[in-house]
């Protein structure tokens, strides 16, 4: 009681939610953001709103794209194993890898992390690593918002959000002019990337592995790193790609793998063939096959199996491209090409 024999007031802080300690994030990772800072951004984290200027960033007629995404259930092995500094780039890469898709410049990059209890370090790592992947796809992190939502999530629990704005100059969006007998260029993934990862839980559960048991496919990391392993940024490469010429479509292999995701750039009446010998099978995904026992068209509708972005080429065009892509760090596969007919078909064997 008070002197005045009223109960003490309540404080948020009280109620779980620490202000303090969401500013003292604020400018932690203000560093972070200003490291991504590109021509266009006129304001850094802190205010009401992120400023960009379209003009400054050298558009001359420019037409907006905008992308949002998430993690998924990947956010599980990293809240369990405590690896939680690559989601962040998996956020990013989900969000821009969508962009070039249509033709588009990422620009600028905000992002939702929410928590039942702000761990100062852990938001950090993590945000830090939005920072870095935006600083891999050449846009800006410019905002953000921290929830911290007391008896919303279990305690370690959090979830990201990631939205990205770009632009292209009107008249340059993706995909344009597919034809039949443009070739497909496949870009290597890093791994499983962000998609399928509650199936990939299943399969681990089922093979009595725990994340922190030696790697079945590389003894030298544990099971819950490898499966981490961040999702590969394709920005920049597809953009020097974009340069060369004769590009026609980009197709993000995202959740739905190849059999889904490579019909949304093709027209109607298209399809695709596609050689399933022209690249190895990585064993992260051998390995899901056999301890999961699934069929190769389970995998390939699931999975990225490997590819991670599909560069669609015409086909006196698809040697620089592919030369322009292999100069920018990519490792590419010719592994097919556009059909009359819809839908995609497969030869040759995946497993």
Not at 110 to 119: H, I, P, Q, S, V
Not at 177 to 204: F, K, M, P, Q, T
């Amino acid at each position: 009681m008070t002197e005045t024999g009223k109960t003490s007031g309540l404080t948020y802080a009280e109620a779980g939610v620490d202000i303090d300690a969401g500013n003292a994030l604020v400018e932690r990772i203000k560093p972070a953001a200003a490291a991504t800072k590109r021509p266009g951004v006129m304001a850094g984290l802190g205010g009401f709103g992120g400023l960009f200027d379209l003009k400054a960033a050298g558009f001359t007629d420019p037409v907006l794209v905008a992308a949002t995404d998430g993690v998924g259930t990947k956010l599980r092995i990293a809240i369990d194993t405590g690896l939680v500094d690559g989601v962040g780039v998996d956020l990013v890469a989900m969000c821009v890898n969508d962009l070039v898709c249509q033709g588009a410049e990422p620009l600028f990059f905000l992002d939702y992390f929410a928590t039942g209890k702000l761990e100062l370090d852990n938001a950090a790592r993590i945000i830090e690593g939005i920072a870095r992947g935006c600083g891999g796809a050449g846009c800006a992190l410019i905002g953000g918002e921290t929830a911290e939502m007391p008896g919303m999530y279990p305690a370690g629990d959090f979830d990201l959000a990631g939205f990205a704005i770009g632009a292209m100059e009107r008249g340059t969006d993706l995909p344009r002019g597919v034809v039949e007998g443009d070739v497909l260029i496949g870009l290597a993934s890093d791994g499983v990337h962000s998609n399928g990862y509650s199936l990939v839980r299943r399969i681990v559960e089922r093979s009595g592995l725990g994340w922190d048991d030696a790697c079945p496919w590389d003894a030298e990391q544990t099971l819950g790193a490898a499966l981490l392993a961040p999702t590969r940024l394709y920005v920049r490469p597809a953009l020097a790609a974009l340069a060369v010429g004769g590009v026609h479509g980009l197709a993000h292999i995202t959740g739905g793998g190849l059999t889904e995701n490579l019909p949304r750039v093709l027209p109607e009446g298209t399809g695709a063939e596609i050689d399933l010998g022209a690249w190895a099978l990585p064993p992260v995904f051998g390995w899901l096959s056999e301890a999961g026992g699934l069929a190769g068209a389970e995998l390939l509708k699931t999975f990225n199996a490997g590819i991670g972005m599909v560069v669609v080429a015409a086909a006196d065009s698809a040697d620089a491209v592919e030369t322009a892509l292999r100069e920018a760090g990519e490792t590419t596969h010719r592994i097919g090409h556009v059909t009359a007919g819809a839908g995609v078909r497969y030869s040759g064997q995946i497993l």
